[in-house]
């Protein structure tokens, strides 16, 4: 099943975070997402003409991550906006992570 076929699982931690090497191989489903170098938070940052589209998407965003029950961390600007998934109960990255910002890709 692919990532974008998959639906959030709770989590309240207690599980290990995704390790480098599986964070690697998901990362290969989602183009143009970066990991941070510990491998604890996705991020991709957004570039667009102006302030409606950069709202657009923001507010796309919004509803999936309230739909999927987990919620990226945003920065926007006029034409711009900055999207990191990490999961804060497990301090890393799960795969909720990556269903997230295979979602978000599929909006585009």
Not at 56 to 84: C, K
Request: hydrophobic share 40%; charged share 20%; glycine share 8%.
């Amino acid at each position: 099943m692919s990532l974008i076929e998959k639906k959030c699982q709770a989590c309240e931690g207690g599980v290990p975070p995704v390790g480098p090497v599986e964070a690697a191989r998901l990362l290969k489903e989602i183009p143009g997402w970066t990991l941070d170098p510990e491998s604890k938070y996705l991020e991709r940052k957004f570039t667009f003409k102006g302030f409606y589209p950069t709202m657009s998407l923001l507010n796309a965003v919004a509803y999936i991550a309230q739909q999927e029950g987990h919620h990226p961390d945003m920065q926007v600007g006029y034409n711009y906006l900055t999207i990191q998934f990490t999961t804060h109960a497990i301090k890393g990255l799960s795969e909720n992570d990556f269903i997230c910002a295979a979602k978000v890709n599929a909006l585009l």
